[in-house]
């Protein structure tokens, strides 16, 4: 593990987009998994400084997110395909077609897991992975279970998830319970890791991720097995 401790939340931002960049730079055609939540927004904002620049091309990327709400549509203004539309993609030269997010209000949801699952594989597998990390240690919306999630599935959210993430909605009630996520083992075939998280109520999670036993109770511990992982944090 490349573990690297930022100064500030400025300093992470900038490390984080220059190690995005650099994958850009050196495979123009690259496949990145992106992150939603508060944690990447810095970051995106120095990729689209890096874009506005002229330093950084987005035509040729194609990207996966890892997860979405089940039940919001991509014109819900707190839906994942609304957050990446409004802090990266617009801002950027990515092609509309080359970004993925699983959908939110799919017929049939199994199914949608199951194509975003085999979308991947067709593109090649993901390149380089941004995570955050949650205050109970999940990745995506992998949340603390007994075994780890091997592929793309429909997930519950855990009441310390949802209590979260009300501070992006109205009210409790409105923060959708499911999702559909990423699984650890989707997230393990990245070829490349990068996972940042800064604040006093991440503290716990980061110690435990880089130092911790490897259990499906602490979901981002199994990120101690992956053979290119940066974790980049902050206080
Ligand atoms: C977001 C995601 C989640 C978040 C995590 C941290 O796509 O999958 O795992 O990364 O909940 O969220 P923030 O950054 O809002 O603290």
Do not use: W
Request: proline content about 4%.
């Amino acid at each position: 593990m490349n573990i690297i401790k930022a100064n500030s939340i400025d300093e992470l931002n900038k490390k984080a987009a220059t190690l995005i960049g650099g994958q850009i730079l050196e495979k123009p055609d690259s496949v990145l998994g992106f992150a939603t939540g508060s944690s990447p927004l810095g970051t995106y904002d120095q990729l689209i400084r890096m874009y506005s620049s002229g330093a950084l091309d987005f035509s040729q990327v194609t990207t996966f997110n890892l997860d979405e709400y089940i039940g919001l549509g991509k014109g819900h203004p707190q839906s994942y395909h609304h957050f990446m539309e409004e802090h990266l993609f617009s801002r950027v030269n990515i092609v509309p077609e080359n970004t993925n997010i699983p959908s939110g209000v799919a017929a049939d949801e199994r199914a949608e897991c199951e194509r975003y699952e085999e979308a991947i594989a067709a593109a090649g597998g993901v390149d380089l992975q941004l995570l955050g990390l949650g205050r109970n240690g999940h990745i995506g919306f992998n949340e603390p279970d007994r075994v780890f999630a091997k592929q793309t599935s429909v997930v519950k959210l855990t009441e310390s998830t949802i209590e979260a993430n009300t501070r992006f909605f109205e009210s409790r009630e409105e923060v959708p319970q499911e999702a559909i996520s990423m699984g650890i083992g989707t997230i393990m075939r990245a070829r490349k890791i990068l996972l940042i998280a800064y604040g006093e109520d991440k503290k716990e999670a980061v110690e435990k991720l880089l130092y911790g036993e490897i259990t499906p109770e602490m979901p981002a511990s199994i990120l101690q097995l992956h053979p290119n992982v940066t974790v980049i944090y902050a206080d």
